[in-house]
């Protein structure tokens, strides 16, 4: 069974930067697309940003678009979020889960992490 841990979530000023890792172990995540997904206090979940198993195709946010880059390295086992140009509104749990690929809905996402805190306030 592939466990998925996130870490790298810290505080930060705004414009500032983080850079997310979600680490697997169980399994190989070169299988899997892999998304990133946010969760602040009282809102619903939502996807941030998505790359496919092989790296070739990513997807993003509307609101993080040009300011976030996901990739990965699958020889690490690993994939990365890295948050530019920080804002307030970007403070959340910041998730990673697995998918066959990146069209699943997030209730196909599985193997979900425990999540690592993103704020970001002066």
């Known amino acids: 069974q592939m466990q998925l841990v996130e870490s790298g979530g810290g505080l930060v000023q705004p414009g500032g930067s983080l850079r997310l890792s979600c680490a697997a172990s169980g399994a190989t995540l070169a299988y899997y697309a892999i998304g990133w997904f946010r969760q602040a206090p009282g809102e619903e979940r939502e996807g941030v940003s998505c790359?496919?198993?092989?790296?070739?195709?990513?997807r993003y946010a509307d609101s993080v678009k040009g300011r976030f880059t996901i990739s990965r390295d699958n020889a690490k086992n690993t994939v990365y979020l890295q948050m530019n140009s920080l804002k307030p509104e970007d403070t959340a749990v910041y998730y990673c889960?697995?998918?066959?690929?990146?069209?699943?809905?997030?209730?196909?996402?599985?193997?979900w992490g425990q999540g690592t805190q993103v704020t970001v306030t002066s």
């Open positions: 790359i496919t198993n092989s790296g070739g195709v990513t």
């Open positions: 889960a697995a998918a066959p690929d990146c069209t699943a809905t997030r209730e196909v996402f599985a193997y």
